[in-house]
């Protein structure tokens, strides 16, 4: 017989957690206090949010669900960004609460929040625990439905009177979730009509999302697109999913996308969709989008088939083996002369970054983020892991850095988290020790969640941070430019730190960039030096992201 916090942690190391990102309080001294004695690694944040961020960059460089620990009340309502991040970009989490007393909830007691109630639409399930016997259970569960189908989060929310109570019980042997039935096999019937399809297809394109990360299919990704010479476009979160130096690879798509994939998009006659969820991101104006393609859509969501656009095949289940068969069961030949096509679309629409190359009154060039990026991706051979902020550094990154493979690319895509950056970077590199983790970022994300730079001290961890400082809130400032007729209002960072003086502080090492002549240099100064640096990069406040697609405008209208 064991108490409640007992069996939690005996749960966690049955289903093989090895580390915990949290922060104690009242309501959890029980679980702190055996978590203590536990063979589990607990990493102290310096705040909820950055335990919840922090647990999402473990989970998506390590392919394991990640774990965060929290107090009642505040300490769980700074879970909900988090959360929030993770169901949107299906990411395994499973979140554990601490609760007021069973007597106490719904009395409104010293830190109590409905939490369950609060994260409902935000997580995949959740449980308010009112047994200690369940524990065991739930525990088992939450991590099933967290790793599996399409990934996301699960909260568990424990009172403190039920963890110090005793648990009778065992994990069960096997799980029964009457509800929850991921489905899959692919039905051979539609994977007959895609196959037919695509090998009919005089255009065709593959447009590879994020579930082709989560499900492990980039090898069968590169064999499909190779034996029929498919050309590969990618979302945001499908960056990594085939290398961007193969010759089928066209790079990102969407309204900050390259021109070249958006073009293959908008006259492409068959579009194939792995595990991509057709976001206003990706589509611009969705009634102009791919108005030639047949659409084939495989996801392992039926919820995300037809919720944004029409799809004339669509596929539920597990998309590595649904690839697979469809490669075994189409007739494929390269079509040369789409692929000519391509490559005269290419030539056409060389991409201009910004204002690179631009020089000012006195004649000299000017530093743009773009070149700093080119640089990284060449001295780390796209090995490095890279988190980003939202904003134009995101952008700029996205654009710029060539991951050699997937989990190398990690960022905040559906619901765009200012602040996601630095404490991903931290989840990084304690999943991924020996590899080099590089945060890029901007002066307005940083500042969000800069005190997990303690928890990067603290824990030894060589994190760099490329902070692209422009002293403004840089996308927004665009934004104002195209649409408010540049009136820039509340957005000048007035009052930034010295960054450089605010590394040595938290015992960063710290280095500048300020003109192109230093990019290559203190880069490698950087990712040698075995230490967490933040290298200081003097950007213009008016670059720009360019070429975009404007509101209402179609991918292939883009403004340059």
């Not at 309080?25 to 004695?37: C, F, K």
């Not at 069973?102 to 409905?114: C, I, L, N, P, S």
């Not at 995101?394 to 989990?407: E, F, K, L, S, V």
């Not at 009052?495 to 280095?511: D, I, K, R, S, T």
């Amino acid at each position: 017989m064991r108490t409640g916090a007992q069996a939690l942690i005996e749960g966690l190391k049955q289903q093989g957690a090895e580390v915990v990102f949290g922060i104690p309080g009242g309501a959890v001294l029980a679980i702190y206090d055996e978590l203590s004695h536990a063979e589990i690694k607990h990493i102290l944040t310096r705040s909820e949010q950055g335990a919840a961020h922090a647990a999402a960059g473990y989970a998506k460089a390590s392919g394991r669900v990640g774990v965060c620990l929290t107090s009642s009340g505040p300490g769980a309502t700074n879970l909900v960004t988090g959360l929030a991040n993770a169901y949107m970009d299906s990411i395994p989490l499973v979140a554990i609460t601490g609760q007021v007393p069973r007597a106490m909830v719904g009395t409104d007691a010293f830190q109590e929040v409905d939490i369950t109630g609060i994260t409902q639409p935000i997580t995949k399930h959740n449980y308010l625990v009112t047994n200690a016997d369940d524990i065991p259970r739930i525990i088992a569960e939450a991590f099933y439905i967290a790793g599996t189908g399409r990934k996301g989060p699960v909260l568990v929310d424990i009172p403190s009177d039920v963890a110090n109570s005793l648990c009778h019980k065992e994990a069960p042997a096997e799980l029964d979730l009457p509800g929850y039935k991921p489905n899959y096999k692919g039905h051979p019937a539609q994977i007959r009509l895609a196959a037919s399809a695509l090998s009919k297809a005089q255009k065709p394109l593959i447009y590879a999302g994020g579930g082709v990360i989560s499900a492990q299919a980039s090898a069968e990704l590169l064999a499909l697109a190779e034996a029929g010479g498919i050309p590969v476009v990618t979302s945001l979160m499908g960056k990594g999913a085939i290398k961007e130096d193969n010759p089928l690879c066209l790079g990102m798509l969407g309204i900050h996308g390259l021109p070249a994939a958006n073009w293959a998009a908008m006259h492409c006659d068959t579009l194939l969709v792995l595990g991509g969820r057709f976001s206003d991101r990706v589509m611009g104006d969705r009634c102009k989008f791919a108005p030639e393609a047949t659409i084939i859509h495989i996801d392992i969501d039926p919820a995300e088939i037809a919720k944004n656009i029409a799809v004339r095949i669509p596929i539920v289940g597990d998309l590595r083996e649904i690839v697979k068969e469809i490669s075994a069961e189409a007739k494929l030949e390269p079509q040369k002369d789409w692929l000519v096509e391509l490559e005269e679309a290419k030539d056409r629409n060389i991409l201009v970054f910004g204002d690179r190359r631009r020089n000012d009154e006195s004649g000299e060039e000017l530093l743009d983020g773009g070149a700093i990026i080119d640089k990284l991706t060449e001295l780390t051979e796209g090995k490095a892991i890279i988190t980003t902020d939202v904003g134009q550094h995101q952008m700029t990154a996205a654009r710029h850095y060539h991951p050699a493979g997937p989990g190398l690319f990690i960022s905040s895509g559906g619901l765009g988290t200012m602040g996601f950056g630095l404490p991903a970077a931290l989840g990084a590199q304690i999943a991924c020790p020996e590899q080099t983790v590089i945060c890029v970022t901007g002066d307005g994300s940083l500042q969000m969640t800069l005190n997990e730079m303690a928890t990067i001290k603290s824990q030894k961890l060589p994190v760099k941070i490329l902070l692209f400082n422009n002293k403004s809130l840089g996308l927004v400032r665009q934004l104002q430019h195209t649409y408010c007729d540049e009136n820039y209002f509340a957005v000048d960072m007035v009052g930034n730190p010295n960054f450089l003086m605010l590394a040595m502080a938290y015992g960063f090492e710290n280095l500048r960039i300020e003109d192109p002549g230093d990019i290559e240099p203190t880069l490698k100064k950087a990712l040698n030096n075995g230490k967490p640096t933040l290298i200081d990069c003097s950007i213009p406040k008016d670059e720009m992201i360019l070429p975009i697609v404007k509101k209402g405008q179609s991918l292939n209208e883009m403004s340059f």
